[in-house]
């Protein structure tokens, strides 16, 4: 009996949910380019170490505790000229959902705020670029000893594994009322191999939204000095 290739490919996103259903959303990539920048001259960034963003930068100056608002900009999109009209939505879908997540995060311990104010931090994000996960693609490098043979060495040169998605993120913050730059980071992050990024195409992008939203909350809490800091 001749098995369609709709039902195949079903049959083999069935088998990964088995497979790999256990399997992290999302994990720092090894690399990032940081020669155009939105919003940050590259120039001052370093290399960062450790689960640090891949480039950071920090104002030796920065008292955190002069802070107790932060007024978050809408997300911007690096690549909006350059984008057909389905990217521009994938794109603009991301940047609502980061926007989202900084609220949601950053309220918890910040009085969110919507024009300068003394006392305040301004963020400003930026995507410099995104991808989507390719299921089949997933599958196979997933269940095949070809697949596997050729996601590992992908991994091992890149640090991503094959169809898997991805998001490249730039991050500025600032004083909200005199514009002095108190850090900034470059980062991206690649989808690893969670189920979900099978049936969700934006999921691992989505992922990496998240964490560093829950990434900038903790970095502030380490600052503070406080107690009970929940790292992602």
């Not at 978050?72 to 909006?80: A, D, G, M, R, S």
């Not at 963020?123 to 050729?150: C, F, Y």
């Not at 980062?187 to 964490?211: C, E, P, S, T």
Request: charged letters at 25%; one cysteine or more; glycine letters at 10%.
């Amino acid at each position: 009996m001749k098995i369609s290739r709709t039902t195949a490919e079903a049959i083999l996103l069935a088998a990964l949910a088995l497979v790999i259903g256990g399997c992290g959303a999302s994990m720092q990539a090894r690399s990032a380019k940081v020669e155009k920048s939105l919003l940050v001259n590259p120039a001052v960034l370093s290399k960062g170490s450790g689960d640090q963003a891949l480039y950071r930068y920090v104002n030796p100056q920065f008292k955190i505790d002069r802070y107790s608002r932060i007024l978050i900009e809408p997300v911007l999109i690096e690549k909006q000229g350059e984008l057909n009209a389905q990217q521009l939505e994938n794109y603009q879908k991301l940047a609502n959902n980061a926007y989202l997540f900084l609220k949601e995060e950053l309220g918890k311990d910040y009085a969110i705020v919507t024009r300068p104010e003394p006392g305040t931090l301004r963020l400003q994000m930026g995507i410099i670029e995104a991808d989507s996960s390719k299921a089949v693609r997933t599958v196979l490098s997933s269940l095949t000893p070809v697949g596997i043979g050729l996601s590992v060495v992908q991994y091992g040169a890149t640090g991503k594994t094959s169809g898997a998605g991805e998001i490249t993120a730039e991050f500025k913050i600032t004083d909200a009322m005199t514009g002095e730059l108190l850090g900034a980071a470059v980062d991206r992050r690649v989808g690893g191999k969670d189920v979900q990024g099978v049936f969700d195409a934006w999921h691992n992008a989505n992922d990496a939204l998240q964490y560093w939203a829950r990434r900038f909350r903790y970095v502030l809490c380490r600052e503070r000095g406080d107690q009970g800091c929940i790292k992602p």
